[in-house]
C-alpha cells in the first residue's frame, strides 16, 4: 500500500520545481491505521508559497486510491534550507524578564472563534486533560458555543474521556470534528489506535498541531478549549506564540513538585503575554466514601497559597474522588453524568469564572 501512495504523489511539485516531492524526497513518515494514511511532506526552501495547493492535491490523490478513507498530510518545514533574513526585532522591555528581542510569530484570529483558553500543566498526570474536558461541559452548561482541542500528541486522552471511537470526515480538505454532549471535539487520537505511539519529531508535532487548531471546520464558538500538552516544550511554546490564546488556567495538585512545574508553565505563558486566568488545584483532598474522614493524600491548599504568591487568582479546588475517575473512564465525565453533584458544582463555579474572565458572562 505504501507504494500505491507513493505512485499516486507521483507528480505532484512544487511551482519552481523540475523534480517532484517524490523525486525530490519530500515525502516521509507514511503510516497506515486501517483506512487511514498520515505522512509528512517537507515544504523545500524558506518559503510556504502553493504549500496549501501543494497538500490539496495530495489529499486528493491518496483519496483516490481504494482502502483510504482519510488522509492527514503534516507539513514540515526542511530546517537546512536557507532561511530569508528576518526584520530587525523590536526590543521589548518589561520589569519581570530580561530585556531581549520579540522574536514571536504574529498569532493570526481563527474565523469564528471568539475565545481560545489554554488549560495547562508543567508535568503530567496531575488530572489536566480531566479538567480541562469538565470546564469545556460546564461552560457548555451556561448556554456557550464550545470546542474542545486535546493538542496533546503523544497521549491523547478525550476518545477515552469523552467515550468516542469514530473518525472525523474530512470535506473539501478541512476536519469535521465530531460531536459529543454538544461541544465539538477533535484529537489525534481520533486518527490513531489507542495502543499505538506517535513516533513523531518536532517539526511533525509542531505542524500537526497548528493543522488541528486551524484546518478544523470549528464553525462558530463562544470558546475553544485547548488542552494542552504537559510541559513547556516546543509544542507549547508554538501553540503560546502562534494561537491567539484569550487566556490560561494552570492545574497543579497540591504537592510542593508539581507546584513548581505548573510555576514553570506559567511563566511561559507570562513571557509571551498570554493572561493568566488563575490556578486550579486537581486532586486537592481525599474524603472516604466509608467513614467520612479527610485525607490530604497530596497536600492541601498549596495551588492556592502559589496563586497568592504570584499574584493570580485561585479559582478553586477539585477534590480526588472515585467518582470523576470512574466516570471519566466510562467516556461520561461527571459533570454529565451527575450534573448536580457536590464535584460537578466545583468545576461549574470554576467554569463561571472563567467564563466572566473571558467576558461571556457577568460576573
Same mark, same amino acid.
Given at each position: 500500500?505504501?507504494d500505491?501512495v507513493?505512485?499516486?504523489?507521483?507528480g505532484?511539485?512544487f511551482?519552481?520545481m523540475?523534480q517532484?516531492?517524490?523525486?525530490?524526497?519530500?515525502v516521509?513518515?507514511?503510516?497506515?491505521?486501517?483506512?487511514?494514511?498520515?505522512f509528512?511532506?517537507?515544504?523545500?526552501?524558506s518559503?510556504?508559497?502553493?504549500a496549501?495547493e501543494?497538500?490539496?492535491?495530495a489529499?486528493?490523490?491518496? $483519496?483516490s @486510491?481504494?482502502?483510504?478513507?482519510?488522509?492527514?498530510?503534516? /507539513?514540515?518545514? &526542511?530546517?537546512?534550507? =536557507?532561511?530569508? !533574513?528576518?526584520?530587525?526585532?523590536?526590543?521589548?522591555?518589561?520589569?519581570?524578564r530580561?530585556?531581549?528581542?520579540?522574536?514571536?510569530?504574529?498569532?493570526?484570529?481563527?474565523?469564528?472563534?471568539?475565545?481560545?483558553?489554554?488549560?495547562?500543566s508543567?508535568?503530567g498526570g496531575?488530572?489536566k486533560s480531566?479538567?480541562?474536558?469538565?470546564i469545556? $461541559?460546564? @461552560?457548555?452548561?451556561?448556554?456557550?458555543?464550545?470546542?474542545? /482541542?486535546?493538542? &496533546?500528541?503523544?497521549? =491523547?486522552s478525550? !476518545?477515552?474521556?469523552?467515550?468516542?471511537?469514530e473518525r472525523?470526515?474530512?470535506?473539501?480538505?478541512r476536519?469535521v470534528p465530531?460531536?459529543?454532549?454538544?461541544?465539538?471535539?477533535?484529537?489525534?487520537?481520533?486518527?490513531m489506535?489507542?495502543?499505538n505511539?506517535?513516533?513523531?519529531r518536532?517539526p511533525?508535532?509542531?505542524?500537526?498541531?497548528?493543522?488541528?487548531?486551524?484546518?478544523?471546520?470549528?464553525?462558530?464558538?463562544?470558546?475553544?478549549?485547548l488542552?494542552?500538552? =504537559?510541559?513547556?516544550?516546543?509544542?507549547?511554546?508554538?501553540?503560546?506564540?502562534?494561537v491567539?490564546?484569550?487566556?490560561?488556567?494552570i492545574?497543579?495538585?497540591?504537592?510542593?513538585?508539581?507546584?513548581?512545574?505548573?510555576r514553570?508553565?506559567?511563566?511561559?505563558?507570562?513571557?509571551?503575554?498570554?493572561?493568566?486566568?488563575?490556578?486550579?488545584?486537581?486532586m486537592?483532598?481525599f474524603?472516604?466514601?466509608?467513614?467520612g474522614?479527610?485525607s490530604?493524600i497530596?497536600?492541601?491548599?498549596?495551588?492556592?497559597?502559589?496563586?497568592?504568591?504570584?499574584?493570580?487568582?485561585?479559582?478553586?479546588?477539585?477534590p480526588?474522588?472515585?467518582?470523576?475517575?470512574?466516570?471519566?473512564?466510562?467516556g461520561?465525565?461527571?459533570?454529565?453524568?451527575?450534573?448536580?453533584?457536590?464535584h460537578?458544582?466545583?468545576?461549574?463555579?470554576?467554569?463561571?469564572?472563567?467564563?466572566?474572565?473571558?467576558?461571556?458572562?457577568?460576573?
Amino acid at each position: 500500500m505504501k507504494d500505491k501512495v507513493i505512485e499516486a504523489l507521483a507528480g505532484i511539485k512544487f511551482a519552481g520545481m523540475d523534480q517532484d516531492i517524490v523525486q525530490a524526497g519530500l515525502v516521509s513518515d507514511i503510516v497506515f491505521e486501517g483506512e487511514k494514511v498520515i505522512f509528512s511532506i517537507t515544504l523545500p526552501g524558506s518559503g510556504t508559497e502553493g504549500a496549501g495547493e501543494v497538500q490539496k492535491k495530495a489529499e486528493k490523490a491518496v $483519496l483516490s @486510491l481504494h482502502g483510504i478513507s482519510i488522509a492527514l498530510i503534516v /507539513l514540515t518545514v &526542511d530546517k537546512k534550507a =536557507p532561511q530569508a !533574513p528576518k526584520p530587525m526585532p523590536k526590543l521589548k522591555t518589561k520589569p519581570d524578564r530580561p530585556v531581549g528581542p520579540d522574536m514571536r510569530p504574529e498569532a493570526g484570529a481563527i474565523p469564528g472563534i471568539k475565545n481560545i483558553l489554554a488549560v495547562a500543566s508543567g508535568k503530567g498526570g496531575v488530572g489536566k486533560s480531566t479538567t480541562a474536558t469538565n470546564i469545556a $461541559l460546564s @461552560l457548555r452548561s451556561l448556554g456557550l458555543k464550545v470546542g474542545l /482541542l486535546d493538542a &496533546d500528541i503523544y497521549g =491523547p486522552s478525550l !476518545p477515552r474521556l469523552m467515550g468516542i471511537d469514530e473518525r472525523p470526515e474530512i470535506k473539501d480538505g478541512r476536519i469535521v470534528p465530531l460531536e459529543q454532549y454538544d461541544i465539538k471535539i477533535m484529537s489525534m487520537g481520533f486518527l490513531m489506535q489507542e495502543d499505538n505511539p506517535v513516533i513523531w519529531r518536532g517539526p511533525m508535532i509542531v505542524s500537526a498541531l497548528m493543522q488541528m487548531v486551524r484546518e478544523v471546520e470549528w464553525g462558530e464558538l463562544d470558546v475553544l478549549v485547548l488542552d494542552m500538552p =504537559p510541559g513547556t516544550g516546543d509544542a507549547q511554546l508554538t501553540l503560546a506564540q502562534q494561537v491567539p490564546l484569550s487566556g490560561a488556567v494552570i492545574v497543579s495538585t497540591p504537592q510542593d513538585l508539581a507546584l513548581i512545574d505548573a510555576r514553570k508553565g506559567l511563566n511561559m505563558f507570562k513571557s509571551v503575554d498570554v493572561p493568566i486566568l488563575g490556578i486550579i488545584e486537581n486532586m486537592s483532598t481525599f474524603i472516604c466514601p466509608h467513614c467520612g474522614e479527610q485525607s490530604d493524600i497530596f497536600g492541601h491548599g498549596g495551588a492556592e497559597a502559589e496563586a497568592r504568591k504570584l499574584g493570580v487568582m485561585f479559582l478553586g479546588d477539585i477534590p480526588l474522588h472515585m467518582d470523576i475517575r470512574h466516570y471519566s473512564d466510562e467516556g461520561k465525565p461527571v459533570v454529565v453524568a451527575e450534573p448536580d453533584s457536590v464535584h460537578a458544582d466545583r468545576y461549574k463555579k470554576i467554569s463561571m469564572k472563567v467564563a466572566a474572565l473571558l467576558g461571556e458572562v457577568d460576573d
